[in-house]
């Protein structure tokens, strides 16, 4: 395919840090990457070096002349009292028809199109914004964190367009769902470098793990190999016979080099001081009415949430998933009705404000002891700093001086360590990276507390959330299904309203036929777990039986004198049982990718 961007040997500092060092990838037409990486680790500067916006210190960008890259904007580019079809006509310079034709792809339709832009939520402002990247008939986008601050709605409908759109893109995110269903290619920025890896990020991840273990294997031969020559070198170095052969041992040392191992994706461990919990009801909402002194935003809320709960608040934006978690908080006084926590219950909350309370002249350490319980070390502060990209001098660091994602990780670190039993949460995965997001939603599905969480990050969700509230049309109510149940209906609502086809109605819609679908999908995703558990299993055996006949081998090769019958029996034994299990594991794998495509 046509290479349409081409970066080379690019260099880029701020100060004494290094974020870029010979960075080199390529961009071919229609090829579809998710970058990912650490925070910090130049995405973002990639991306913006990418579309002008920064320049290089050194090396080299080259676009090809049919390259039209369009980008999705990180500022607002309108005015809140602009219409939206104004703005976009403004913006494009395009007919009224052409822009509304492309807002449609985003359900911008009818009298959304004649609204300012100031009336709509922040869901539908990101949608203009899409649109308006768009009208710019672009071959080539840019996405930088194009998810954050995105309703569940939006993502599937921005996710709908991209699978079939007919261009490349680059997309950054932390929401490995996401990246799963939009991009074919993987590109990881670290240490300076670009990795570009021809598979979706689970692929790649996966390909890492496997690179780090056949690493790990070749620095333990050789490092025995060492030793080995070692106690040569040191028993003979001193005899005036053996002395030139010892000299050759320390050479052979001196050549053999171990393979350097970078910290992968993946290793970051988090870990929330557990708190005690009691087998009664976490909050009861009685009659209860959420909004503002002169906007009711729900009413008639009655919920009883036990202890031990993980509460994911769900909704499109501005529907009042804030406003319920406020209210909750003791941060917004209810409009009616009544709401109680359980007895003598510690409540936490974390909103992406909150970080105006910090004190300039702290440090980050300084915060996270003060705020911390009383019975967590200094050890556990530190390590819970360390995920949180704190690490080394970093906690000497004045809150004066931190950027506003880092004040946000900073209190998201700090709430964690104050043993509260229940935890409310507004979007905590933003300003988070790929593995720190992961690391967060493994720790929270241990928390024995009780947890409420605001997030659209897919992967974040059905890995902690044990019940799902939905915050909809001025009603707050505890759906009856699992998150997964939730997501396949919008999918389907969306995808009959793209379609052009009228959403049925709740008296006469017909539930046979989206149940059969669903539990056909159940049905087949069921079979897909088992089968990928039979494979599992089947490597794990091939992998035992291959280290007993590696072994067997190894030592032949040592010590030939000691070869017997019944050794050479098991190892012709182990051989028949290896290719027997690689049988079974190809007829595995054949059905697993059978019903992978049968299913897409």
């Not at 049919?66 to 980008?71: E, H, I, T, V």
């Not at 072994?551 to 051989?575: C, G, M, V």
Request: aromatic fraction near 8%; proline fraction near 2%; glycine fraction near 6%.
């Amino acid at each position: 395919m046509k290479v349409l961007l081409q970066l080379t040997n690019l260099h880029k500092s701020y100060g004494a840090n290094i974020i870029l060092e010979g960075a080199t990838v390529s961009f071919s037409e229609n090829q579809k990457v998710g970058m990912i990486g650490r925070n910090g680790a130049g995405k973002s500067t990639l991306c913006k070096i990418i579309t002008n916006h920064e320049e290089a210190d050194g090396g080299t960008v080259s676009r090809h002349s049919d390259l039209r890259l369009s980008y999705l904007e990180q500022h607002d580019p309108y005015a809140l009292d602009e219409t939206v079809v104004g703005f976009l006509m403004r913006y494009s310079e395009k007919e009224e028809w052409e822009c509304g034709k492309i807002a449609s792809k985003f359900q911008l339709k009818n009298e959304i199109l004649e609204s300012t832009i100031g009336s709509l939520a922040g869901g539908f402002r990101t949608r203009v914004k899409l649109t308006a990247m768009l009208l710019r008939d672009p071959n080539f986008l840019i996405l930088d964190e194009p998810t954050n601050y995105l309703d569940l709605k939006t993502l599937i409908l921005l996710e709908e367009f991209l699978q079939n759109y007919r261009g490349g893109f680059i997309i950054v995110s932390h929401d490995r769902e996401f990246l799963k269903k939009t991009c074919d290619d993987t590109l990881e920025v670290e240490n300076g470098e670009c990795t570009m890896y021809p598979g979706s990020v689970e692929e790649y991840l996966i390909f890492k793990e496997e690179q780090k273990m056949q690493a790990l294997s070749y620095n333990k031969n050789i490092e025995a190999k060492q030793k080995q020559l070692q106690v040569f070198v040191d028993r003979f170095r001193a005899k005036a016979s053996k002395a030139k052969q010892a000299q050759s041992k320390m050479k052979q040392i001196e050549k053999l080099k171990t393979i350097e191992i970078d910290h992968p994706l993946g290793n970051v461990q988090i870990k929330i001081p557990q708190v005690e919990t009691k087998k009664s009801f976490a909050v009861h909402c009685i009659d209860l009415s959420i909004g503002y002194p002169e906007n009711l935003v729900a009413n008639n809320i009655n919920l009883e949430i036990v202890q031990g709960s993980h509460v994911a608040v769900l909704g499109d934006n501005g529907q009042g998933k804030t406003t319920f978690l406020r209210t909750l908080a003791d941060d917004l006084e209810k409009k009616g009705g009544e709401y109680k926590w359980g007895y003598d219950l510690k409540i936490a909350y974390y909103a992406q404000h909150v970080f105006v309370s910090l004190k300039a002249e702290s440090s980050v350490y300084d915060h996270l002891y003060g705020i911390a319980a009383s019975s967590v070390t200094r050890q556990e502060i530190l390590n819970m700093a360390g995920c949180f990209l704190f690490r080394g001098n970093d906690v000497e660091k004045k809150i004066s001086v931190l950027s506003g994602g880092e004040k946000a990780r900073l209190v998201l670190a700090g709430l964690l360590l104050t043993k509260s039993q229940v935890i409310l949460l507004d979007e905590p995965t933003n300003h988070l990276d790929f593995e720190t997001v992961e690391a967060l939603g493994r720790a929270l599905k241990l928390f024995k507390g009780t947890l409420f969480f605001i997030s659209h990050d897919r992967t974040f969700v059905n890995l902690v959330a044990t019940e799902i509230v939905e915050v909809q049309n001025g009603t707050v109510r505890l759906y009856a299904g699992k998150y997964e149940d939730y997501v396949y209906h919008l999918e389907n609502v969306l995808r009959r309203e793209l379609s052009g086809k009228a959403a049925p109605s709740e008296e006469n819609i017909s539930q046979t036929k989206l149940q059969s679908d669903y539990h056909l999908k159940k049905e087949s995703d069921s079979e897909k777990r088992k089968l990928n558990t039979k494979v599992r299993k089947c490597m794990e055996q091939i992998a035992t039986l291959k280290k007993e006949y590696d072994e067997i081998h190894q030592d032949f090769i040592r010590t030939p004198n000691s070869w017997t019958q019944k050794r050479n029996e098991r190892y012709e034994e182990l051989a028949r049982k290896i290719e027997s299990e690689e049988i079974v594991w190809l007829e595995l794998t054949d059905k697993l990718e059978l019903l992978t495509n049968e299913k897409s």
